[in-house]
């Protein structure tokens, strides 16, 4: 069994330097999930939603309702999950839901693996650099960072491609060596000494999150991560040295939000099968149930805390438990009951992701200014300050979509 492990182990490498010329004669294309399309718009709305600032709204008028959304539109301090932290887990999943759909056009057209891989290889490059990019826009110079969520998928997608030509046996077996790996790098690297200063690296004296035994390997800014990102971050020209990052995010995260990626290319594959939608739909269920159970279990055990900033293995399971179940329902309501019309904002939002995600990125504060110089200072006051957040957001994400309905008209999807 070992010997049999390892052979299929050392195919995943293989694909790496294969080139292959012949290819089997070209097949029909699969069909596009609609449901994959409403998902990542879902999932990319919520993202832009943050130029509403609810928080802000929630200040100006406190009730249930206000402050519900608002903390809905946060990230949590440390532990824990809002709908705001299943965003970037969510993109990461469907990057790898979409994979064996992109692998099956590919070959259908007849590319061979060696050109497939080729252009994973330029896709994932651009996808690092564009989140560098994109963390760089209004600094002195450039950000050298790699917490990004297109850095983080671009740094683990090549590996990802090449499980999209494995079995399902080593799917699982690479899963389960990214998680336990990333697991056990933390709990062998050693504790701070007695005595370390956190106030040095941007986490307060008072810090209601520091965890003890196993869990005190994952506290912020004290970990592997941290010590990582303290070594590496510096081997580039920066404004100043780095110290910590504040919200204790690091560049290690792309080894588990790999683990992610391959629990979506999982989903992908079973939503690919000749199996029937129920069985489909209840296999995401099942997933998705079982992921919560054991992610939770992992959290409050104590043997690894879920704490999505970085990344932790039990995060990984716990918020691809809910990206299960999210698929599950998109793919459920919009594929097989055909309950399509609803969607249709939000597919046109998901078939240009990356154009939405760079848009809202560059311009969403040029969109709110340009209002107010044509319209003039107080457009967005019209029902008072406390909503001129919710209105000046509202402005930006109205033309953000008609930009991408006009695109979505002349056929025009960005794709890297």
């Known amino acids: 069994m070992i010997l049999s492990i390892l052979k299929e ?31 990542r718009g879902f999932v990319m709305f919520l993202m832009v939603a943050e130029v509403l600032h609810l928080s ?18 946060t990230h949590v301090e440390w532990y824990g999950a809002t709908l705001h932290d299943l965003i970037q887990p969510s993109f990461s999943f469907l990057v790898g839901v979409a994979l064996p ?14 050109t497939m891989f080729g252009h994973a ?18 600094r002195l110079q450039t950000n050298w960072t790699f917490e990004d969520t297109l850095s983080q998928i671009g740094m683990g997608y090549l590996f990802l491609f090449a499980l999209g030509f494995c079995s399902m046996r080593t799917i699982w077996i690479s899963l389960g060596l990214v998680l336990a790996g990333y697991w056990l790098a933390f709990v062998l690297y050693p504790l701070p000494p007695p005595g370390f200063d956190y106030t040095a690296v941007g986490v307060p004296a008072d810090w209601p999150y520091h965890a003890s035994g196993i869990a005190a390997h994952f506290n912020k800014n004290s970990n592997l991560a941290w010590a990582f990102d303290t070594w590496f971050l510096n081997l580039f020209r920066r404004e100043k040295p780095f110290t910590h990052n504040g ?37 995401l269920a099942i997933a998705g149930v079982a992921c919560l159970a054991l992610g939770l279990a992992l959290h409050y055990s104590g043997i690894c ?14 918020s691809g438990g809910w990206c299960f179940l999210l698929l599950a329902g998109f793919y459920g309501l919009v594929d097989v009951l055909g309950y399509k019309r609803w ?3 939000l597919v046109v939002i998901g078939m240009n992701s990356i154009a939405i995600y760079v848009l809202s990125h560059l311009i969403d504060r040029f969109i709110i200014a340009t209002f107010r110089i044509h319209l003039g200072q107080n457009i967005y006051n019209i029902f008072g300050e406390g909503y001129s957040w919710l209105l000046s957001g509202g402005a930006a994400i109205a033309v953000f979509w008609l930009m991408l309905y006009w695109m979505y008209r002349k056929k025009l999807f960005i794709r890297i």
């Open 9 to 39: 182990t050392m195919g995943i490498l293989s694909l790496f330097f294969r080139h292959t010329t012949m290819t089997s004669a070209p097949t029909s294309p699969p069909a596009r999930l609609t449901s994959m399309d409403a998902y």
């Open 56 to 73: 802000r709204v929630a200040t100006a008028h406190p009730n249930w309702f206000w402050n519900f959304l608002a903390r809905h539109q």
């Open 101 to 114: 759909y992109s692998i099956a056009s590919r070959t259908a057209k007849g590319e061979s693996k060696a």
């Open 121 to 138: 290889a330029w896709r994932a490059l651009v996808l690092i650099l564009l989140g560098v990019f994109l963390r760089s826009v209004g």
């Open 247 to 283: 919200g204790g995010y690091a560049t290690l995260s792309f080894i588990p939000t790999l683990g992610t990626m391959i629990l979506g290319l999982v989903a992908g594959r079973w939503l690919k099968s000749e199996t029937s939608e129920k069985a489909k739909i209840q296999k």
């Open 305 to 318: 805390p879920s704490v999505k900033r970085i990344w932790t293995p039990a995060w990984t399971i716990f």
């Open 343 to 345: 969607s249709f904002p």
